[in-house]
């Protein structure tokens, strides 16, 4: 997805990845990076060019005296920045693993930001030509003229190629080099955890799923986004191209018959009753009862976790900077015995007895050690070939019962049917180990009786010679 490619310099030759620096006059790091698709970053002594290959647009940046004569540049920014705007929540994601929250001043929404190390009473919502802020990220080059700079919105680019622009946000801040190094070490650890996957004995099939009701609509979603996050967590679909008819919720059903899970992305209103909203906005009438897995298992998923106390999510804030623990995530999903000891962030089971969110506290998030910038390291493994095998169908719940409201609230996606069974097993068991004690002790007893009535009829004290006290008065 990445490659590097050599820059010449007066001084030096680059050396490959970007590590080598060289100072200018405005001691720039002397890198060129580039990303397809996506964006490359040339830099030279007094000033450094940013190119949006998508959106083709160059920002310059610059030290001291904004340069002249530059072609191709379409606006300029001094650097580094000390006031940030945004109008995107992933701006504010950047700027958390870069260790800059502190710049953001103006929002879009100020209330809407989750990141509690950020004072909200001292960001200001963002007018529409704001002066006070020295750059604002946006999704358009062109919402706030030229102060604008775009990132990416949209779910075209992979969980990797989104989260490298980083390394775009960063040049804003002079930090490429330690963008680059959190960047590889994000990229390791979700390649590492995607290659233990590969060695499943039996891929999940899944899907990512959505409702619009302006117009109305059944999706099943293949951005690129999503369809790279499922296939590294090991997942399958039979969909490449999703719902031929997408108004058609029949069709819609018959697509996603097959799947084990179901990962949803659709904007429910009714807190506390969305999967009542999710199952009546899809067409189940009778969810239980559709001899469908991912329906009978309550296998719905969710990513809005994680939230502010107001209830906005996060993940759109801090995950998709985080593709490694995005994965580590779905993983746990769909493999709950990979790694048992993950606590997932934002993927919560919607089919599950409650719908209850984590708010973002300090309790899980330290502002002072912020797991943001903290990648741990995943061990390759070749050992991981799945969970438990595929319960027996006749042990599941059949088409024609009707299982009410006894949903199993396990995160890991298990079977209940199986927990249950090992349950009656062992309440069984129980009962079998108290009855043989019983007869133990009946047969026993009996045995005692007639060896002392056996001594008593020898003896007028045979008690006293066999042991036994004599209880007869």
């Known amino acids: 997805m990445r490659s590097n490619v050599a820059f010449p310099v007066v001084l030096t030759a680059l050396l490959c990845c970007g590590a080598h620096i060289v100072l200018g006059a405005c001691n720039f790091a002397k890198t060129t990076i580039s990303t397809s ?81 950020i004072d909200k009473s001292k960001v200001k919502t963002l007018g529409d ?41 960063a040049a804003f801040f002079n930090l490429e080099e330690q963008a680059s190094t959190l960047f590889d070490s994000i990229s390791a650890a979700y390649t590492c955890h995607a290659d233990n996957m590969r060695y499943l004995k039996r891929a999940p099939h899944a899907y990512w799923v959505e409702y619009t009701d302006s117009p109305t609509t059944y999706q099943i979603i293949t951005s690129a986004y999503q369809k790279s996050l499922l296939a590294s967590a090991g997942a399958t679909n039979a969909s490449t191209d999703g719902v031929a008819d997408n108004t058609n919720v029949a069709a819609f059903q018959a697509a996603v018959k097959d799947a084990d899970f179901v990962f949803d992305q659709t904007q429910l209103k009714k ?54 623990l995005v994965l580590q995530d779905l993983i ?82 298990g079977s209940s049917s199986s927990r249950a069974g090992k349950i009656a097993g062992g309440v069984i068991g129980g009962i079998a180990i108290i009855v043989l004690a019983i007869v133990a002790t009946h047969y026993y007893n009996r045995h005692r009786r ?22 007869r008065h």
Request: charged letters at 20%; proline letters at 5%.
């Open 129 to 169: 030509s704001d002066t006070s802020v020295n750059v604002v990220f946006s999704n358009s080059a062109s919402s706030d003229e030229s102060k604008s700079v775009r990132l990416p919105s949209d779910d075209s680019l992979t969980p990797l190629q989104r989260a490298e622009w980083i390394k775009f946000v």
């Open 450 to 471: 007639r060896v002392r009535a056996r001594a008593l009829s020898e003896t007028a004290f045979g008690s006293e010679s066999i042991g036994l006290r004599n209880t």
């Open 271 to 324: 807190f506390g009753q969305r999967i009542t909203e999710w199952y009546s906005d899809f067409g189940y009438k009778d969810p239980q009862n559709q001899g469908v897995s991912f329906l009978s298992q309550r296998n719905i998923w969710r990513t809005d976790k994680y939230t502010s106390k107001s209830g906005v999510s996060n993940y759109p804030e801090f995950a998709y900077v985080r593709p490694d």
């Open 37 to 117: 698709p996506g964006f490359n970053i040339v830099v030279s002594d007094n000033y450094k060019v940013l190119n949006d290959t998508t959106a083709n647009i160059a920002y310059g940046l610059y030290c001291g005296s904004q340069p002249e004569n530059i072609n191709g540049v379409t606006r300029w920014f001094k650097v580094p920045v000390d006031s940030v705007g945004t109008r995107i929540p992933i701006a504010s994601g950047f700027l958390e693993a870069l260790g800059q929250r502190s710049k953001l001043v103006a929002a879009d929404f100020p209330a809407n930001l989750t990141n509690i190390c």
């Open 332 to 413: 746990s999903v769909l493999e709950p015995t990979y790694d048992r000891a993950h606590a997932q962030r934002w993927f919560f089971r919607l089919g599950g007895t409650t719908e209850d969110t984590t708010v973002i506290s300090a309790s899980n998030y330290d502002c002072a050690k912020p797991w943001m910038s903290v990648v741990n390291k995943c061990t390759a493994r070749k050992d991981f070939s799945g969970g438990d095998v595929e319960e027996d169908p006749s042990s599941a719940t059949s088409p024609g019962s009707n299982t009410g409201n006894k949903e199993d609230n396990s995160t890991d996606g």
